[in-house]
């Protein structure tokens, strides 16, 4: 057990170490991503399609790599190397996006990046995309080793931690956002960077609490040389370099089928798009060949189950990540930002999605227990089908304000604050119980691989995203009326995708209940 010295209020003190790292890297990753699509099309430097397709690759990206940051630091690397290595890229990013902001604009407002800022800019979400894999499954993994096995304290250890996550993302939307848009994108990308590096300086300074429990499983075999006399350890910093230069260029490759673009409606698709779907049916390939592994029917059955689940969530963030996209350019283009007397920023919006977040999660925390005390307690792909009607709800709020906007074609942001509200109720039934079933319904031996593919269809949510954002697409200097008439032409469609899934997912339940019974 622990040493009782190095608890703080009930808990490891390493847990605050890596609350503290994690609240940073939020703080970081939210405020860039509240700013990215508003620096991107406010100077029409993309137009809208372009700008979604680029949100949803980078943030794509940056949720598939930790399946390589986490597989690394298991074999070789050790958690706390790879935070510290994936904290540095980090920061290298947000400074180098901070050049680009500024390059972009000196002052706000005036003149377009050139070509070669634009590659620092590609660059640099490359460097942020490869530092999150680095940084954020492994943080995650040492707060689990903090507590011994059957620690009843892992569970509110966890939820401590994803608070932390909200509260960066909290803080970041509302300041980084305010920085960025009101003084210049430069310096909202460089306070998020200068934020990430005060946290890393953190975890650096409070790596003792870690209580070695992050440390590389084979340290000699780190050190040893392995190629023209540099060691596993360096060649892992050097492959994860090589990996941030090819990350740069998928970042900016579109694929033109030519006489086959029919196929894919006409339009080039993103190679991450492409790698995506290779990678998802590579995923499906080895989950039908474990099913035949000489599994037993009830473990058979939990894991479709769980695949079904897992496959269900990355539509749930397709729609979900509209927040970052179309949600952010009507509060900008179409939105009467101003309660309580303050005149809130477009970016700043996505602030009310984290707050809903800290406000609901000590609500379901409460619920769940009691639910299950009554036998009320709904099973898995009940909590899903439920997370996609609330989900498709929250749409359904915005494209009525949408089709109904105040004086001046403006929309009131209290429409916004209650959709808002109404789909982190979808989440808080479908992230947080996601994570809970991946360990509750996988064969003990799959499940890191199956986490690892948890955060692999928030990847390709991601990617969902930016396509499907692509649909609100409004070309530059259209009116307020126009844009509002597109916004809640899509929004409706995506409240009927939302309901409609969650509808089906209903249906399926019963069957899904059956297969897991015995
Ligand atoms: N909001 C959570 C985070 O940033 C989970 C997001 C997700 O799984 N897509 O960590």
């Given at each position: ?9 009930g ?36 137009s809208?399609?372009d ?17 390589l ?19 540095m ?13 500024h ?13 070669s ?15 999150v ?7 995650s ?7 011994p ?14 608070m932390?996550?909200?509260v ?17 994108w ?65 970042l ?6 030519g006489?086959l ?29 474990l ?22 969530s990355?539509?749930?963030w ?16 179409a939105?009467?930002r ?92 479908l ?15 799959a ?9 692999l ?39 009927w ?17 059956r297969?897991?019974?015995?």
């Amino acid at each position: 057990a622990p040493a009782a010295a190095d608890q703080f209020l009930g808990h490891p003190k390493g847990l605050y170490v890596c609350f503290l790292t994690e609240m940073w890297e939020r703080f970081a990753f939210y405020g860039m991503k509240a700013l990215l699509l508003l620096y991107l099309t406010k100077h029409h430097l993309f137009s809208d399609t372009d700008g979604y397709l680029l949100l949803g690759t980078y943030a794509g990206l940056a949720y598939a790599l930790p399946l390589l940051g986490g597989l690394l630091a298991d074999r070789y690397l050790g958690m706390r190397k790879a935070v510290v290595f994936g904290g540095m890229l980090l920061v290298l990013g947000q400074l180098g996006m901070a050049y680009t902001g500024h390059a972009a604009t000196g002052v706000q407002g005036a003149g377009v990046p050139d070509a070669s800022a634009v590659q620092v800019m590609y660059f640099s979400l490359a460097l942020i995309g490869v530092g999150v894999g680095f940084l954020k499954p492994n943080i995650s993994t040492i707060v689990g080793r903090l507590y011994p096995d059957n620690d009843p304290r892992r569970d509110s250890g966890f939820t401590i931690f994803y608070m932390g996550i909200n509260v960066g993302a909290f803080m970041s939307s509302l300041i980084v956002a305010y920085v960025g848009e009101k003084i210049g994108w430069g310096y909202g990308f460089a306070l998020a960077g200068v934020m990430m590096a005060l946290g890393l300086v953190q975890f650096v300074v409070g790596r003792r609490h870690l209580q070695g429990r992050a440390e590389p499983a084979d340290p000699a075999l780190l050190r040893a040389p392995v190629f023209a006399g540099l060691s596993r350890e360096a060649l892992i910093y050097a492959g994860g370099l090589l990996l941030t230069v090819v990350v740069w260029q998928v970042l900016q490759t579109r694929i033109n089928f030519g006489p086959l673009s029919s196929l894919v409606g006409g339009h080039e698709v993103t190679l991450t798009e492409l790698v995506a779907v290779v990678l998802g049916l590579g995923l499906y390939a080895w989950f039908i060949r474990l099913l035949f592994s000489g599994i037993s029917r009830a473990e058979k059955g939990r894991m479709v189950m769980l695949m079904v689940l897992i496959t269900v969530s990355a539509l749930f963030w397709g729609l979900y990540e509209q927040t970052y996209g179309p949600w952010v350019a009507m509060a900008d283009r179409a939105m009467d930002r101003t309660t309580f007397g303050i005149e809130w920023t477009a970016g700043q919006t996505t602030a009310i999605g984290a707050l809903a977040v800290i406000a609901m999660s000590p609500l379901f925390a409460w619920l769940w227990p009691r639910l299950d005390k009554r036998g009320l307690n709904p099973s898995y792909p009940a909590k899903f089908a439920w997370g996609l009607v609330f989900c498709g709800l929250a749409f359904g709020v915005l494209a009525f304000a949408a089709a109904n906007p105040g004086p001046d074609m403006l929309v009131s942001l209290w429409w916004m604050i209650l959709a808002y509200f109404v789909l982190v109720l979808g989440e808080m039934v479908l992230s947080p119980v996601g994570l809970a079933a991946v360990t509750a319904l996988s064969i003990p031996r799959a499940v890191g691989l199956m986490m690892g593919a948890w955060f692999l269809f928030s990847a390709f949510g991601e990617i969902i995203a930016g396509r499907l954002g692509t649909w609100a697409a409004i070309p530059p200097y259209a009116t307020r009326e126009y844009a509002l008439a597109v916004y809640s032409g899509v929004f409706t469609q995506m409240m009927w995708i939302g309901l409609v899934a969650g509808a089906l997912l209903f249906l399926a339940t019963p069957l899904l209940k059956r297969l897991t019974r015995g």
